[in-house]
């Protein structure tokens, strides 16, 4: 067996199932002149214009696409995956936990066998290849390229099994808030643990993930942390917010235990008399009786498609994020980069420096996320200081920044781990 040191410029193969973070990943290697190859299970190459002029449906199946990226660099599955994520779409809500991990490792398996076949098509170069995957989506491909000596990386997007257990905990202090009770079955967790076992490294988004993994065995010298980023050049306003008026605290992400919307209800309960109102914007995940019985200062917007974000943020003086439990939540850097102050627990991405671009509150605690809301609604100097200083602190979290972040940690940890290539290789 032979070692061989890593180059300098590698080339990244990025598998992707859904547009997360609006493709940020493969974004971020293109802009650096590293990608090799995009996988994507649905990429909208024509009829997006028209559409967009359709329900909500057929427009967010618009937004599965991004001009920046050349078509020559993507690969996808077309019809197969566009009526498989349909009919999921569709579904979600209503299946059972069971049925649901079902549906993931199915699809995951559909995705990364694709992936698979077509890899096994290419010369791929231990030396210079580098493979990028999510979680639950990838282990198929990553087989395959463990044969080829190829560094893999899998992106593991939320802090796994510790967060189901936070969430079950919420559902038994929450009677009758969910839709459906209960946990994700073994096979779930098992694919997940081949896929880190497999992979070279784990990244997670934040040390809140980290720590979860570890937990979970994942051993801590294969975890990076790298924070999610977004495409600033597409996202970001230049002027702090207006800070007059009715002070407008938007929510924006799925309504659901685990982002802590119990919490946000509360504290609008206690707010009633003040001149606050509260926009939230998301797919619902709570019964329709518990939404019925919402306070009149909040306001229910609905699910909101890619294309609606940049409107639904200009609406708002601040943005709230009680969550129990993210990964990241990417919505920190969204709201910020429109100049709106955040207000977030310890347990997601460590995005907000409190007291400077935003608040941190502890997290289940109703109380003190009123206490801040009502502080900045008080104060509409520090609301529009902390809005400038939202402005500067979303200018760390660019896509190319993200990018060599990565490069850089797998370029350490190859070498303190050099890669052993058969002799042919040499």
Not at 339 to 361: E, H, R, S
Not at 383 to 409: F, G, K
Request: aromatic share 8%; with cysteine; net charge positive.
């Amino acid at each position: 067996m032979t070692t061989f040191p890593l180059h300098k410029e590698g080339r990244w193969i990025v598998a992707q199932e859904g547009s997360r973070q609006s493709y940020a990943v493969p974004l971020a290697f293109h802009r650096l002149h590293s990608l090799r190859l995009f996988y994507v299970d649905i990429w909208c190459r024509r009829g997006r214009s028209l559409l967009r002029k359709g329900p909500k449906g057929t427009r967010a199946l618009a937004t599965r696409f991004h001009p920046e990226i050349p078509p020559d660099l993507v690969v996808s599955f077309g019809r197969a995956a566009i009526l498989t994520r349909a009919l999921d779409h569709f579904r979600r809500e209503r299946l059972s936990p069971t049925r649901l991990a079902e549906v993931y490792n199915q699809f995951g398996r559909w995705f990364a066998s694709r992936v698979r076949g077509h890899l096994e098509s290419l010369e791929l170069d231990p030396e210079r290849d580098f493979f990028f995957g999510f979680n639950t989506n990838c282990l198929e491909a990553l087989e395959l390229l463990k044969e080829r000596k190829i560094f893999t990386v899998v992106d593991q997007v939320d802090p796994g099994k510790v967060e189901e257990d936070m969430v079950l905990e919420e559902a038994e202090r929450w009677p009758g808030w969910t839709r459906v009770d209960g946990r994700l079955p073994q096979s779930y967790w098992d694919r997940l643990k081949t896929e880190w076992d497999l992979a070279d490294l784990v990244l997670v988004n934040s040390d809140w993930s980290a720590q979860a993994l570890i937990r979970q065995g994942v051993a801590p010298g294969k975890i990076v942390v790298v924070p999610l980023a977004i495409d600033l050049d597409a996202n970001h306003v230049l002027e702090p917010i207006n800070p007059e008026g009715t002070l407008k605290v938007i929510w924006l992400g799925s309504i659901i235990l685990r982002k802590g919307i119990q919490y946000l209800i509360e504290a609008a309960r206690r707010l009633q008399t003040q001149k606050i109102e509260f926009l939230l914007a998301g797919s619902l995940g709570i019964s329709e009786e518990i939404v019925r019985g919402f306070p009149s200062n909040i306001k229910v917007l609905g699910r909101i498609t890619r294309d609606q974000l940049s409107r639904v943020y200009k609406q708002a003086h601040l943005f709230v994020l009680p969550t129990i439990s993210d990964g990241f939540a990417i919505t920190q850097l969204e709201a910020m980069a429109h100049g709106l102050p955040v207000i977030a627990t310890p347990n997601c991405g460590q995005v907000v420096t409190d007291g400077v671009d935003g608040l941190i509150v502890p997290v289940r605690d109703s109380a003190a996320l009123a206490d801040a809301i009502v502080r900045l609604e008080s104060n509409r100097g520090l609301l529009r200081e902390m809005s400038s200083n939202a402005l500067r602190t979303v200018a760390r979290y660019d896509l190319p920044s993200n990018a060599r972040m990565i490069q850089e940690l797998i370029l350490s940890h190859r070498r303190q781990h050099p890669v052993q290539l058969p002799l042919a290789y040499a």
